[in-house]
């Protein structure tokens, strides 16, 4: 039934905002999580769990959020809807890390955003946290990492870049949770550039040394010339 309302609500929400939820896929266009599989993705937006649920939506998917956000209504009917887990960041998080776990073992997908929090400036990234890596490991999961950027503008498309599937042994490798982590950050990082997107909004650019930003046209001069 809660499949049904949510396929219900997704297509009359689609109805009338459907040019503003265009998107090209990039990468490993071709590839459908089939269970057991964490999905990690940058932060820009607060639809990027809407995009997520664009590509893979015909699966059972949960989605990681912050426990802040069933203070308001609308919010929290959001994350009734679309099965979403809540993180507390005041306390150890043993069941939810319990509950991830179990539901990748029971052949589930979970979507989480390792950042912990949304990038407005939709440039960079911040350090990804090393609990996802802990839930991966914990379940024996494969790791698909996306980068996702959003544009906000009627007619324009966000760019999904799906990367390669990343099995246990790929992240497995290091012991360190951290390394772990930066491993699959440096793919997300690495996927941003393949699309394209090098060069910082102008409020960032406004804030960089003339020396950088220079440095950073003649790149993108160059990659034009290719």
Not at 35 to 42: D, H
Not at 64 to 71: A, G, P, Y
Not at 104 to 126: D, H, R, S
Not at 133 to 150: E, Q
């Amino acid at each position: 039934m809660k499949k049904l309302f949510r396929g219900l609500v997704v297509g009359l929400f689609l109805l009338f905002a459907w040019p503003f939820f265009l998107y090209k896929r990039y990468g490993n266009r071709a590839y459908r999580p089939d269970g057991n599989t964490l999905i990690v993705s940058n932060h820009y937006s607060t639809l990027d769990a809407f995009f997520i649920y664009l590509l893979y939506g015909r699966r059972r998917i949960y989605f990681v959020t912050i426990i802040n956000v069933k203070e308001k209504c609308i919010s929290r009917f959001v994350t009734w809807l679309f099965d979403c887990l809540y993180l507390d960041y005041e306390k150890t998080n043993f069941n939810f890390f319990k509950q991830c776990a179990s539901i990748l073992k029971e052949g589930g997908i979970v979507c989480i955003y390792p950042e912990g929090e949304i990038n407005l400036l939709k440039f960079g990234f911040f350090e990804f946290k090393r609990s996802f890596i802990f839930i991966a490991k914990r379940a024996g999961a494969k790791i698909l990492p996306v980068f996702i950027y959003p544009d906000y503008m009627p007619f324009r498309r966000t760019k999904l870049y799906i990367g390669d599937v990343l099995l246990p042994e790929d992240y497995g490798k290091y012991e360190d949770l951290g390394e772990a982590a930066t491993f699959v950050q440096s793919k997300i990082m690495e996927y941003s550039l393949l699309v394209g997107k090098t060069k910082p909004p102008l409020e960032v650019t406004a804030m960089l040394p003339p020396e950088l930003t220079e440095s950073m046209g003649e790149k993108n001069d160059k990659k034009a010339e290719r």
